[in-house]
């Protein structure tokens, strides 16, 4: 019989100052829930906007094409090493090939790439 006496306890209405607060604790668990939902998708969004936006420390690389305004010719300078003596050229895309030899008779390939105004490899050649 006390198993009776407990469902009827619950079933009985709350008086009104009992209910009021209930009420305020229902809201204002409502609104913790939505404002931590609300943080929650705030920090989601923060994490994909880190992941997938550049981060700008890359360095320009070498590209296939090279867009040069017809009445603006570029003016670049290929710092070589001193001493080289140019044996050949050769022109491919936007990269200008150096083949020669130093000072001290070691054969090089020096390419200077125009679209980041450096040279941008140093080969040695060694053997016949």
Do not use: C, W
């Amino acid at each position: 019989m006390a198993h009776l006496d407990d469902d009827e306890q619950e079933d009985k209405p709350l008086d009104p100052a009992m209910e009021s607060v209930r009420r305020k604790m229902i809201k204002l668990q409502l609104v913790s829930g939505g404002i931590m939902m609300l943080m929650f998708m705030a920090v989601l969004a923060a994490i994909v906007y880190k992941v997938t936006r550049p981060d700008g420390t890359e360095k320009p690389v070498a590209s296939s094409g090279l867009a040069i305004p017809a009445d603006q010719p570029l003016s670049l300078t290929a710092a070589l090493p001193a001493g080289f003596s140019i044996t050949s050229t050769a022109l491919s895309n936007n990269q200008i090939l150096f083949y020669g030899t130093t000072t001290d008779g070691t054969r090089k390939a020096l390419v200077f790439d125009l679209s980041v105004g450096r040279i941008i490899a140093d080969v040695t050649l060694t053997g016949n």
